[in-house]
DNA sequence: TATTGTTATACTCTATAACTATA
DNA sequence: TATAGTTATAGAGTATAACAATA
């Protein structure tokens, strides 16, 4: 077989051809914040979705399983083991609902409401550091512009 | 089991205690970018990441394995099964080196050029289309900011 | 010895269907 | 009949280790 490549070298930035989309800009940035957010919330034994969930309880306590899971836009099935795994330490427990016993209402107790303020603090404290390269403008204008377009855009 | 919860009507939006997070915007918009970008690409049997690594190949043909995965910050394992998928479509070819046997050189065929020009198009046209809520300003501020962000943090 | 592509594998994430108990 | 929570499961996506060929 006939060599008719030349091997280039390394280029600074081979993906520059993918760098007049929106979606790549936003995917690349978003796996070096999540990588820094795990690491922020693996101190408290969280993952990010069971920040949220816990956040949202804390938040607005008696939400339902299907809410909470329609909030975090999960699937119910896969709030389950979220649910459980937060209940199994006694940071939340499912509280039954007199009106309709199928329901649970989600409902902190005040280990997870401690937890739930410390990490919430960390986190904080995690996109203050990651985002120290950012002006505080363009810090509020991502997050502007990120929300109008979740609240603006049509599907 | 005593009650001790009412459950409130559903909330407008339940996760407003986590809008203060950046990250958990940029997630939030990317999974309905995500989503929209899925449904173009598919008319093309293509997913994100084929789409990704053909237009890199197109546009800096000759990469290796190794360097293509680490522009698209993905595992050289996971690679192969992509890279065999673009071949198996005649869309790209693994040339060999001859300075180095061990290395694939990653070129497009004329059917990958042509693809890769026709799905770009299509991509192009998604995003002009999904961002249609935000001003040209507003897009332009999001795309330099989050490149910004990827160059400037300090990881 | 080290690197490239590859295989195998395990672990997480996500999506779907079906079950139960209630309504 | 329909809904809430649950279980089981299958499909992606992702990460790690080890191997053969080559350097």
Known sequence: MEDFAQVP???????????????YAMKRALSIVQADFAKTLAEYDLRAVSFSALSIIVGEPGLTQTQLADALQIERSNLVTIIDELAGRNLIVRAPVAQDRRRHALMPTTAGKQLAAVAKASAIEHERRLFACLTDEERAELQRILQKFRKDVAL
Chains 1, 2 share one sequence.
């Open 9 to 23: 070298e390394q280029e600074a930035e081979p993906d520059r051809h993918l760098s007049t989309f929106i979606g």
